[in-house]
Structure formats: C-alpha cells, structure tokens
C-alpha cells in the first residue's frame, strides 16, 4: 500500500511562487512514476507533471511548461513540484499521485495514477 501526503499549498499573488511537497509512504516508492494532477471548481482533474522511477523523464501540462518543475528524491520519498510564476487559472486543489504506467494520447504523456494523496489547495490571486 502507498500513501501519500500533499503540503505547501496556500495563498500567492499572481507571479508568485509556491513549492508544493509529497511525502510517500511504502517501501516500494522508488519503482512508482509520480505525479501531480489538479481540480478546479467546476472542472475535472486534469494532469499536471509527472516523473518516471528514476527521475530521467519529466511530462509537463502545456499551460505549466516553462513554469513548472517536477523533482524526486527517492532516498526521501519525497517528490516536489516548484511552481513559478503563477497565475490566478492555475487555482486548484493539487492532487499528487503515484502510478506504474504512463498514456500518451499521440500529443502527450500523462500519468495513470494508482494512489492519490487528499489534496493541497493553491490559491492564486490577481
């Protein structure tokens, strides 16, 4: 069983940045891809970034590309997702995810997640 633990969310102004952290219980962390997926109201969960076992591959949304950064420390069981300059659409529950596959819809790659965390509100204003 894998259990994750979202923090860092809050409140930032348009341009800011925040860092959000996933701790990962389980002793198998180091062989899950990992993931941050978000929902807004009104919205479906939609995927974020992810990062393969190994941390060699990173996917990135297009409204984040440029923006956001995805990293993994498996000796910590921590994944991050650094977040710069913000803006107010990417309010949202953050959801981070761990997976075992990948699915690529012939444009992008998203993450298949298997467990979900309970969720980190990001709030950004204008």
């Known amino acids: 069983q894998v259990q994750l633990v979202e923090s860092g969310g809050g409140l930032v102004q348009a341009g800011g940045s925040l860092r959000l952290s996933c701790a990962v219980s389980g002793r198998t962390f180091s062989t899950y891809h990992m993931g941050w997926f978000r929902q807004a109201p009104g919205n479906e969960r939609e995927f974020v970034s992810g990062i393969d076992w190994r941390g060699g591959n990173s996917y990135y949304a297009d409204s984040v590309k440029g923006r956001f950064t995805i990293s993994r420390d498996n000796a910590k069981n921590m994944v991050y997702l650094q977040m710069n300059s913000l803006h107010p659409e990417d309010t949202a529950v953050y959801y981070c995810?761990?997976?075992?596959?990948?699915?690529?819809?012939?444009?992008?790659?998203?993450?298949?997640?298997?467990?979900w965390g309970q969720g980190t509100q990001v709030t950004v204003s204008s």
């Open positions: 995810a761990a997976g075992s596959s990948w699915t690529y819809n012939g444009r992008s790659t998203a993450l298949n997640g298997d467990y």
